[in-house]
């Protein structure tokens, strides 16, 4: 439907109604006046018949119907009345406009009937005689209860209604001015109650584009008035809520952003109502462009769209581990939650994923070193219980036996020292929380080496190795000197463990470029390549039982990568099977000094 202007629908009728009460005043005023008008005239005309009664009354009594006629003529046209004189067989014997003779009977015409009866006859009607609408009086000439004839008085009435006419036209008229000042108030009207009610809409296309901070001008108006203020109270409420509701927005999205565990969200149709950055990543999707996508359109991992099916279908907290393939193989623990809205309806689900990838290569790095050391422990108890017990139950006859048991049994408990020494080494330096300022300082590199060397010189001796050092006296580098000097003698102890009689292991120490390099070089056995990434990891040994029976313990290496770290450099460890192995330490130069 077409909808209208309050204008058009408040202005027409107002103009009915004022037109409505203008023809119902006017039409009952033309009665009222005329009403009064017609008693007026049918009083006057029974004053003027009672002053003609008395002269017509005596002629008749006196039988001088003659003079009758004359009378007529003679009171007739000075009174400007029709006079008519009829006796009571109803034959007219005068008639002021008329001759009787032509003049049929009136006793039939309702007023002279009356009168005829003894009262005032009176009527309205078309004379044919004169042609016109007349108001007729008739008036009995009484001689105590007889009727001795009738004078009848009339006057046409078009004079009247002329004069009716005449004032009808003037109140239509003054009708029509105030018809048309009552359109001119009514449009006036209308126009205040619609020119607020424009600038209200306006007020509000301005709210709904987001403008809530312009209030609305409040209209003199009471009802309107009341409109536009609980409008602007709503502007108000609704800004609050939008900015709350924002900034809560901007909070979770910040939260969100700052996560390292991956966020997403989804409705009841598995519709993707929330995701953060770590989980887009891991999706390997672009976050804004995937929002509001279904679920099984955006998420590759069976795992992961299964668990978030569990989750919309479950009542509490669901955990389950995922393996994504992004960048290399991921371990996450899944946390899903069911979403519920206002009236507490399940209304989506909610995923986190947290990153537990580190965590359980370092449970694994755990458990293994713990299953490693236990191993490494039980090796030599066994051995010195298995020798003790032998000892116990029959003493050898040999004394040569025995010592050599007693041997035994000691190199096993200096292994299991060593392991000790080793673990509780490696156990200091992982505890070890102080920055490396606190605990190195600026030293002269060569005597922490020399005491190194020192540490191995008869054990070389005992087995024919030389070691040579190379240093410049000034080359200086920041250390914790008890620690390089561990570390160093690590180095040697292997390189002297591994090399063949009378071969030659070599310290040098120089400066590279941004680093001091320690390099601990033998001639021995050395490493196949592809041992050479696993050899700094705990445990680690290429040949075990050998390992053993040298006395390693497979954490040296370990421990000098260790200390390496902790003054902030790296190790390297490059070999030739059967030519030998160079083990290099870099430690960061100290930079104020000039290149050796
Ligand atoms: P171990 O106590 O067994 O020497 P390390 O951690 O010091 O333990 O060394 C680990 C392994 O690396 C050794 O078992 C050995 O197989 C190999 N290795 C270390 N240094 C040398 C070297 N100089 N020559 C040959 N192999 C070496």
Known sequence: MRKQSLVWQLFPSYLLVTLAALLAITGYSAQAVRNFYHEQAAKDLKSRAALVSGQVH?????????????????????????????????????????????????????EVREALMGCLGSSMRFSKTVNKQMMYVAVPLMADTKVDGVVRVAIPITAIDDALWSILSRIAYGGGIVAL???????GVSRRITRPLAELRQGAERFARGALDQPLTIPDSLEIGALAESMNTMARELDERIKTAIRQKNEL????A????????????????????????LLDVDAEAVLGKYLPEIVRNSTLEQFIEDTLSSEGMLEREIVFHQHGERLFQGHGTVLHDTQENAS???????????????????????????????????????????????????????????????KQADQLGSLIDDLLTLSRLEQEEKP????????????????????????AADKGVR???????????????????????????????????????????????????VSVRDEGCGVAPEHL???????????????????????????????????GGHVEAKSTLGAGSVFSVYLPANTSQTSA
């Open 258 to 281: 700052s996560m390292v565990e991956g966020v997403l969200a989804v409705d009841n149709h598995e519709r993707l109502i929330i995701i953060n950055q770590t989980a887009a990543g």
């Open 253 to 256: 999205d910040a939260v969100l």
């Open 467 to 517: 070691i040579e050092l190379h240093c410049d006296d000034a080359l200086e580098v920041r250390i914790n000197q008890s620690l390089i000097t561990q570390c160093i003698v690590n180095l040697l102890d292997n390189a002297i463990m591994y090399s063949e009689r009378d071969g030659v292991v070599c310290v040098t120490a120089s400066r590279e470029g941004d680093d001091v390099v």
């Open 58 to 110: 005596e002629r008749i009594r006196d039988g001088d119907f003659a003079s009758i006629q004359d009378l007529c003529n003679e009171l007739g046209p000075a009174a400007d009345t029709r006079i008519t004189i009829i006796l009571p067989s109803g034959v007219v014997a005068g008639d002021s406009e008329e001759n009787p003779g032509d003049m049929d009977n009136h006793a039939g015409r309702p």
């Open 533 to 567: 990434p696993r050899l700094f990891e705990r445990f680690y040994r290429v040949d075990k039982a050998r390992s053993r029976e040298l006395g390693g313990t497979g954490l040296g290496l370990a421990i000098v990568k260790h200390i390496v770290e902790l003054h």
């Open 348 to 410: 989506g689900a909610v995923v986190v994923l947290n990153d537990i990838t580190r965590l359980r290569r370092l449970e694994n790095v755990r458990r293994e070193f713990v299953a490693n050391v236990s191993h490494e422990l039980k090796t030599p108890i066994t051995s010195i219980k298995g020798f003790v017990e032998t000892l116990l139950d029959s003493t050898p006859e040999d004394p040569a036996d025995v010592e050599r048991f007693h041997r035994i049994i000691a």
């Open 181 to 187: 000042l009552a359109a001119g108030v009514s449009w």
């Open 436 to 459: 490396l300022e606190t605990i190195a300082q600026i030293e002269a590199l060569r005597p922490t080496l020399e005491k190194a060397v020192l540490r191995h010189v008869s054990r």
